[in-house]
């Protein structure tokens, strides 16, 4: 689907990827709008891309049939929006949990549910998701992060298959570790050992060739971790073994802090 001339909008416009791929569907000739919880910071995103802004906690339920209203026509979806959600489980409220699912996970399948039938009555449209390798495979301290990355990649697929004969395309697009973005940005905490990353730019580049190519689901990173990921779907036991069951390296342990100390 060509991207030129579409109103597209983009959630999570103000992180580090979400920047990249504002910057890039714009590029594109999107009529683009992006979305966020601070005005502030999607005015001063929106104004010099020419792009419009819509503020939106999409933790809110009311903020997210609101956000579908205002966009309503759109005819591309990028669902970029999530929480980092990692730590462990049993530091997490009931509140912070519904939290982490209802951005990570329900939002995505409401505004979906409120965009995709005028797509389908038109017979065109995309909705493309940017979900995790952390869909595929488990980690320490990320069992709610996993969730909802996991739940978003059986949505994705199944979602494909129901609205491909209207001629609505559906593409998840799973990044690895990526570098100036998310919590290893945000504490400068080092990659596990061993990991390479992958930049913004990269991934902003795979969701626009996901929607201009239809394809129903792009993983970046390196081959090691892509390989990984494929034997734990099939062998998760096996998986989890070769990769330790000790104490989490220097990495995790700073990264579940920084999480600990931003609820």
């Not at 980092?84 to 699912?101: F, K, M, V």
């Not at 399948?109 to 995790?132: D, E, K, N």
């Not at 970046?220 to 990984?228: D, E, K, S």
Request: hydrophobic share 45%; aromatic share 4%; glycine share 12%.
């Amino acid at each position: 689907m060509k991207i030129a001339g579409e109103t597209v909008l983009l959630t999570g416009a103000t992180g580090g990827i979400g920047r990249a791929l504002a910057a890039r569907l714009a590029g594109a000739g999107a009529d683009l709008i992006v979305t966020g919880r601070d005005g502030d910071a999607l005015r001063a995103l929106a104004e010099p891309l020419g792009a419009r802004w819509v503020a939106a906690d999409l933790a809110d339920p009311y903020d997210v049939e609101h956000l579908a209203e205002a966009c309503a026509g759109a005819g591309i979806l990028v669902a970029n929006a999530a929480l980092p959600a990692s730590g462990d489980l049993l530091e997490y409220t009931p509140e912070q949990i519904d939290r982490a699912l209802a951005v990570n996970l329900r939002s995505t399948v409401v505004l979906a549910r409120l965009l995709a039938p005028a797509m389908a009555g038109a017979g065109r449209g995309h909705l493309a998701f940017v979900g995790s390798m952390s869909g595929k495979a488990a980690t320490p301290y990320s069992s709610l992060y996993t969730a909802s990355k996991s739940g978003l990649r059986g949505f994705a697929h199944a979602l494909r298959l129901d609205l491909g004969p209207a001629g609505v395309g559906v593409s998840l697009i799973q990044p690895g570790f990526v570098s100036e973005a998310g919590m290893f940005a945000r504490t400068g905490a080092p990659l596990p050992r061993g990991a390479r990353a992958v930049t913004p730019d990269q991934v902003a580049s795979a969701v626009l060739r996901a929607v201009e190519h239809n394809r129903g689901e792009i993983n970046i990173a390196p081959l090691g971790l892509r390989l990984r990921c494929a034997l734990s779907v099939q062998f998760p036991t096996v998986a989890a073994r070769l990769q330790g069951r000790g104490a989490p390296d220097d990495s995790g342990r700073r990264i579940v802090d920084a999480q600990r100390a931003s609820r």
